[in-house]
């Protein structure tokens, strides 16, 4: 049996990651995580993100963007 890859949107991997989904598009903007262009929607595969947030990445993200400019 195939494990079936779990696949969400802005709003779903916001919630998730129990941010706001600006965030999301901030982030997306910038090249800082890992996400997929379906046509003009972006995907993000949940097996990714969370890889992504265990590797420390996230947390380095979140404090380049609280810092004042």
Known sequence: MAVTERWMSVSEI????????????????????PAHRVGKQWRF????????????????????SGKSK
């Open 14 to 33: 916001a919630e998730h990651l129990g941010v706001a989904a600006i965030t999301i598009y901030r982030w997306l903007e910038k090249g800082q995580i």
């Open 45 to 64: 595969n949940q097996g990714e993100v969370d890889a992504w947030v265990t590797s420390g990445s996230a947390s380095e993200e979140a404090t380049e």
